[in-house]
């Protein structure tokens, strides 16, 4: 072993002992003779006070001088003091440099920065695609500041196409991870029904855990869900008598319980009293009743009752409002929905017409069995 390598393994004993003072004198002759990895642990010494007095100054310094040997420790955290102006003018556009160039080798830290920087339009220009671009390559490894800023991306059509269910889908891996902005977020899909199944007692959950961590909006959100959890309880055992009812045949019972849940402002028994307006099943078949109340359960997420509501309106050729309700349930993940705003593109109805984007849906639809997707993408 070369004496340069040698100083450096002594440098990395000491300070896997933690033993940071010996550690920073052989990094320190092993740095000065140009080897990359001991002048990124000087530089880690001097930014931490590792062994040494802290000294930003300093750090630049060394990381300076491994970052253009290709280290990606150094260039992350050279970028974060051009960033901050730590030991160093700030310089937003060097450290967008820095941060390229460790994202550009995999570096998770530096490729969540980066995807930020695109975002916010911090050292280069505004790009919302390129911040999803990045931010998807650092959630991919598992950061979960990355898995929520995905999410986000996906909730608010930000560099992707708008996708709630795989906004909800990315809000969990963060959450999972214990990252309390996820949590949260993870919460108002369960609250709301955005991109899952709407549920109280699970968006509770999530909430909790949030507030646990000091996220004030949570609390707010955990009073409302309360409020409505309680309010819902005695629609919940209603609407069940309503199932069971329904399930009996016995229409005209289950329309009475599905009426009284629905009053209470239950989604699920929403949906069912309009569905049995719509087809007079335990009651006179009313067109205007079964849209009143799809409506309702419709606009608490509840899926079915998006899809259902999107084919009234399409049944009134009002084909604005019916791509508008078949594109919030198939973002949902409804199969039917799916396949409907597919066709809704190759008519061009209520959307301009767009065989990819009809494909892209048809596609989500076929593959969970909808026979008729995959009739209209045989034809295309």
Not at 194 to 213: P, R
Not at 246 to 266: H, L, M, S, T, W
Request: contains cysteine; glycine residues 8%.
């Amino acid at each position: 072993m070369s004496d340069i390598n040698n100083w450096y393994s002594l440098g990395n004993k000491y300070y896997n002992e933690k033993n940071y003072t010996e550690a920073f004198r052989y990094y320190m002759i092993a740095a000065n003779q140009g080897h990359a990895g001991a002048q990124k642990f000087v530089g880690a010494c001097y930014e931490f006070g590792l062994g040494v007095d802290k000294n930003q100054a300093e750090a630049v310094k060394w990381y300076l001088k491994a970052a253009p040997q290709g280290d990606v420790y150094a260039q992350n955290n050279l970028a974060n003091h051009y960033r901050d102006g730590l030991g160093v003018e700030k310089n937003n556009e060097e450290a967008f440099r820095w941060y390229y160039a460790a994202a550009q080798q995999g570096d998770i830290n530096a490729q969540y920065n980066l995807g930020r920087s695109y975002e916010i339009g911090r050292g280069t220009i505004k790009n919302d695609v390129e911040a999803a671009r990045w931010y998807r390559k650092a959630a991919e490894q598992g950061d979960k500041l990355a898995q929520n800023n995905l999410g986000v991306c996906y909730e608010l059509a930000r560099g992707v196409e708008k996708d709630c269910a795989e906004a909800a889908r990315w809000y969990r891996k963060s959450a999972e991870q214990g990252y309390k902005l996820s949590q949260y977020n993870l919460g108002l899909c369960y609250a709301y029904g955005k991109g899952i199944t709407k549920d109280i007692s699970e968006a509770l959950v999530w909430f909790h855990k949030a507030a646990a961590q000091g996220h004030e909006d949570s609390l707010k959100e955990i009073a409302k869900a309360e409020k409505l959890q309680n309010a819902s309880q005695s629609a919940e055992e209603l609407s069940r008598l309503g199932v069971k009812y329904y399930n009996e045949k016995n229409y005209v019972k289950a329309v009475e319980y599905f009426r009284k849940a629905a009053e209470q402002g239950y989604a699920f028994s929403q949906y069912y009293l309009g569905y049995c307006y719509e087809f007079g099943m335990g009651i006179a078949e009313d067109f205007t009743q079964a849209v009143i109340w799809y409506y309702k359960a419709a606009e608490q997420g509840h899926v079915k009752a998006q899809c259902s509501l999107g084919s009234c309106f399409r049944k009134a050729q009002d084909y604005n409002q019916a791509a508008q309700w078949y594109r919030k349930s198939a973002e949902q993940g409804d199969a039917l929905a799916q396949c409907f705003i597919g066709i809704c593109y190759i008519e061009g109805c209520g959307v301009e017409r767009d065989i990819n984007a009809a494909k892209y849906w048809l596609k989500k639809s076929a593959a969970q069995g909808v026979k008729e997707a995959q009739d209209e993408l045989d034809q295309l």
